[in-house]
């Protein structure tokens, strides 16, 4: 048993190491021999070379102390991985997923350089002194956090004919309103707050029964240390409301999808979002440094035309319970540990 590789996930709190541990020795597969066990980052003494880790027993779940992980598996949300960089050094290339907060700024250049610069909305950081300029030629534009996650904080600006500029926040009714001779920016200071911000241009997008919906690509690495798409889902905003992660409903993406199109156009369309979610993948990696999973969000604009939106570096999981007879749940969680064990072969 001991010469198994052992694979280490690492979880940001004590309480989650368990509940962790316990859900992918669940949907680990069977014929992949292989330990496993939970850690906090306060759980590294790199001093000994040890971890103390929850591992199974025959007798169930226990703490114990452990030699460093053959591999690990960051389940953390973290903006940087200077903290960690003496346990990467100690077991090398085999901690995948160093940074899980991406800075969406930094993401955007990225592609913005790259091939997938077409299919990303123009984005600039925020300046007052351009937004009316933006807002002018645009009429639709969005403000996210640089660092945000699950649509907090992202306000929706829209300048209608009158001029006046419609502030909402979730929901596509205002929460405020800039009338045209007001100053745009001093109204924003106040709402806005300290953060930092991005500006997205607004893309008008497709709608299911009156609601908003995103395509999200869950990108992820195998057995082979190769990127696949594993899933495909759309996530589908209440009525009147334009942000997704605040869902109404989840469906399996490639069922949706040709409600909108012919099998034919259907089927091109899901081969054109899994090129672009591997490109972005890659792009980020490379960028970023070592990864094993990403989520890549998308909407259509209404030609069909699909736009990135979002990269995720720890993607929600939990979201792909709450869709009915959903045939990859074991996939998503297996494939992070088939990578890993791939990392742990590696000489």
């Not at 639709?140 to 300048?159: A, S």
């Not at 929460?175 to 300290?194: F, Q, T, V």
């Not at 699909?306 to 319970?321: D, L, R």
Request: a positive charge; hydrophobic letters at 35%; one cysteine or more.
């Amino acid at each position: 048993m001991k010469d198994l590789p052992l694979i280490g996930i690492m979880v940001p709190r004590k309480k989650d190491r368990k509940k962790i541990l316990e859900l992918y020795q669940e949907f680990r597969k069977k014929n992949l021999k292989m330990r496993l066990c939970s850690f906090t980052p306060a759980n590294i003494d790199l001093r000994k070379k040890k971890i103390k880790g929850i591992i199974k027993s025959s007798k169930g779940y226990k703490e114990a102390t452990l030699d460093l992980p053959d591999a690990v598996y960051n389940r953390c949300y973290n903006k940087s991985s200077k903290k960690l960089r003496p346990l990467e050094r100690m077991i090398g290339e085999k901690y995948f997923n160093k940074i899980t907060h991406f800075n969406k700024w930094d993401v955007y250049r990225q592609l913005e350089k790259s091939e997938l610069k077409i299919f990303t909305p123009k984005t600039f950081l925020y300046d007052a002194s351009i937004l009316p300029d933006l807002l002018e030629a645009w009429k639709l534009l969005y403000l996210k956090p640089v660092y945000g996650n699950k649509g907090k904080n992202v306000y929706r600006l829209e300048q209608i004919d009158s001029g006046s500029i419609l502030i909402s926040s979730h929901s596509l009714a205002p929460r405020y309103i800039c009338e045209r001779h007001e100053d745009i920016g001093a109204k924003l200071k106040g709402i806005l707050g300290e953060g930092q911000f991005i500006m997205q241009r607004g893309i008008r997008s497709r709608m299911i029964n009156q609601c908003l919906f995103d395509l999200r690509l869950l990108v992820q690495k195998d057995i082979t240390g190769n990127w696949l798409v594993t899933s495909v889902v759309s996530r589908v905003a209440y009525e009147g409301f334009f942000n997704p992660s605040i869902l109404k409903e989840i469906y399996d993406g490639e069922l949706l999808i040709p409600q909108f199109f012919t099998v034919e156009k259907g089927f091109k369309l899901l081969k054109v979002l899994n090129n672009l979610s591997i490109k972005a993948a890659e792009l980020v990696e490379k960028h970023i440094g070592l990864l094993g999973e990403i989520s890549v969000d998308f909407i259509l604009d209404e030609t069909g035309k699909p736009w990135i939106i979002e990269i995720n570096g720890k993607p929600q999981k939990v979201i792909y319970q709450k869709i009915e007879s959903f045939q990859h749940r074991k996939l998503i969680y297996q494939r992070p540990l088939e990578y890993a064990y791939y990392l742990s072969q590696l000489t």
